[in-house]
């Protein structure tokens, strides 16, 4: 073979054994490649599946929320019935008082299950918020600590369109906020005024306030700084809040907490 040719020959390997050598590299690089999507496809089905689970479970827990509100209700009406047979013996009458705080404590957490489980749609009719007011306060009757008072009052107009049993829920879990915060003494003051249009609420506590770093985290479902808290209170109240349509405000300054809702008071404002 003529010198030359030998050097084509040589120059023709040299760029395949190259090429070979690139196309190797690339088929490394595609392999990796290929793993760490694979990884990411991995990760991306369990999510899916915890996803799909939890979603199982908040539809069980949504379920058996709802087994257990019956016979709760008569529960109720037979701790209710037990502590008017022993008006005269009031020392067995406070225990059955007991039976009925206990009753509407798993009533407010199932409401607040129920309603984290399914965010609330308003159906809107004529409200009038005073007796909204007047009912919540009924049903937070005998938490308050010695001296603890629960004043309220409302200024104008009270009736606008809403609806009241997520303003009863919403008004119940601002409610049982405050009389935790407050020490004995203390007050919780509700009052409402229609400004421009708009329902304004003003729940206001004289209790222990909020620190300014749990002040950003305070609405997030599950945010709990009490031992037995769940952290679906304000979650609650704000998606009530949102359902009607409005806004929510809070300051504490350490010294009390004030919860300003304001609320369309006209449908044509209203999102449902
Ligand atoms: N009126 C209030 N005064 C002081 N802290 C409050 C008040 N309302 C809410 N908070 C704080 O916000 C947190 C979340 O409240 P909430 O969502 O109702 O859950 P929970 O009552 O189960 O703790 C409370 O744990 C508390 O730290
Ligand atoms: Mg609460």
Redesign the pocket.
């Known amino acids: 073979m003529a010198g030359q040719e030998v050097d084509l020959l040589n120059d023709a390997f040299n760029t395949f054994r190259d090429a070979s050598e690139k196309l190797e590299q690339q088929y490394a690089l595609l392999e990796q490649r290929i793993e760490y999507l694979n990884g990411e496809l991995a990760e991306k089905n369990r999510y899916m599946e915890r996803t799909r689970r939890l979603a199982a479970m908040g539809e069980m827990a949504a379920r058996i929320a709802h087994e257990i509100r019956n016979p709760l209700g008569s529960m109720a009406i037979f701790a209710t019935l037990l502590e008017r047979e022993l008006t005269h013996e009031p020392e067995k009458m406070k225990l059955a008082g007991h039976i009925t705080k206990g009753i509407k404590t798993l009533d407010n957490l199932l409401s607040n299950m129920l309603l984290f489980a399914s965010s609330p749609a308003a159906r809107l009719k004529s409200v009038d918020i005073k007796e909204v007011i007047e009912d919540s306060v009924l049903l937070v009757r005998g938490r308050e600590k010695d001296n603890v008072k629960i004043k309220y009052s409302c200024e104008g107009r009270t009736a606008f369109m809403a609806d009241a049993g997520l303003l009863r829920q919403l008004l119940l879990?601002?409610l049982?906020?405050?009389l935790?915060?407050l020490d004995e003494g203390g007050s919780v003051t509700i009052t409402t005024a229609v400004i421009d249009g708009v329902m304004e609420i003003v729940v206001r506590?004289t209790?222990?306030?909020?620190s300014p770093e749990?002040l950003d985290r305070?609405?997030d479902p599950f945010?709990?700084?009490?031992e037995r808290?769940?952290?679906?209170?304000?979650?609650i109240?704000s998606s009530v809040v949102s359902a009607h349509g409005g806004s929510i405000e809070v300051a504490?300054n350490g010294r009390g907490?004030s919860?300003i809702i304001r609320l369309p008071i006209s449908p044509s404002n209203n999102v449902c």
């Not at 209790?207 to 909020?210: A, K, L, R, S, V």
């Not at 945010?223 to 009490?226: C, K, P, W």
């Open positions: 879990n601002l049982l906020n405050a935790d915060a506590d209790g222990m306030g909020i749990h305070i609405f945010f709990s700084t009490r808290g769940t952290g679906l209170g304000l979650a109240v504490s907490t919860f």
